[in-house]
């Protein structure tokens, strides 16, 4: 079965470093999202993104966040400056179409920012 | 501004029991309802998706109704098993994009 994928499992970055977080959505699927779950809190919303544009940002997702398709398969999130509050699990996801389908979510990458 | 309320927090029940997670949010104007299962450190694994239409599901052993009118879900599992045991998340999308999670209610049916 399709799955999302997302690599790093884990990373550990020093504050004020730039991380890249990797996801390969499901290959037929043209809506993409990341959320992130601060350890014992909701998942919360991020970005969508849709032919290569976001679609809508939530006030979380501030000029240190970006996203981009850099080619047909993989789906990235930048944080260009961590702070010690980006610490936190983030997952990609994808759906075949915005609104009635399914999302299907990767694994997550466990961010630590000290 | 949705919110997404899930109760109980948590819930043990021995197996075999019936249970019932409840899942209510405040904006009835929504496309759809997906349950999810988190098992601890792990990503989000999807149960049902009911459609704003549809009033429930059925996989299994899994079974979820959506009363939309009265912005609440429930999500019903027969005959719990050990395995069950992990955080159930209840997500709403009310527009085309996001979904707004509840905290989850976290079983444990013991052996």
């Known amino acids: 079965e399709p799955e999302v994928t997302q690599t790093p499992s884990h990373q550990v970055t020093q504050m004020g470093q730039e991380v890249i977080l990797r996801c390969v959505p499901i290959s037929n699927h043209l809506y993409f999202y990341w959320y992130r779950q601060i350890l014992g809190q909701k998942v919360e919303f991020l970005v969508s993104?849709?032919?290569?544009?976001?679609?809508?940002k939530s006030e979380i997702f501030d000029d240190q966040f970006s996203v981009e398709r850099p080619d047909g398969s993989n789906f990235t999130l930048k944080i260009r400056s961590t702070k010690l509050e980006d610490s936190a699990m983030y997952f990609c996801?994808?759906?075949?179409?915005?609104?009635?389908?399914?999302?299907?979510f990767g694994p997550g990458t466990r961010l630590l920012v000290l | 501004k949705q919110e997404v309320t899930q109760i109980p927090a948590a819930l043990s029940v021995p197996e075999g029991e019936n249970l019932v997670l409840n899942c209510s949010f405040t904006?009835?104007?929504?496309?759809?309802l997906q349950w999810f299962r988190q098992d601890p450190g792990k990503g989000l694994t999807s149960l049902l998706l009911?459609?704003?239409?549809?009033r429930e599901q059925t996989s299994g052993r899994l079974n979820a109704s959506l009363d939309k009118s009265s912005g609440r879900s429930t999500l019903y599992i027969a005959a719990s098993q050990p395995g069950d045991s992990a955080t159930y998340l209840c997500?709403?999308?009310?527009?085309?994009?996001?979904?707004?999670f509840g905290d989850g209610t976290t079983l444990t049916v013991k052996p």
């Open positions: 993104f849709y032919n290569n544009e976001i679609s809508e």
């Open positions: 009911i459609q704003s239409s549809q």
């Open positions: 904006d009835s104007a929504i496309y759809n």
């Open positions: 997500a709403v999308r009310a527009n085309a994009g996001k979904s707004t």
């Open positions: 996801a994808s759906s075949e179409w915005m609104g009635g389908e399914t999302q299907y």
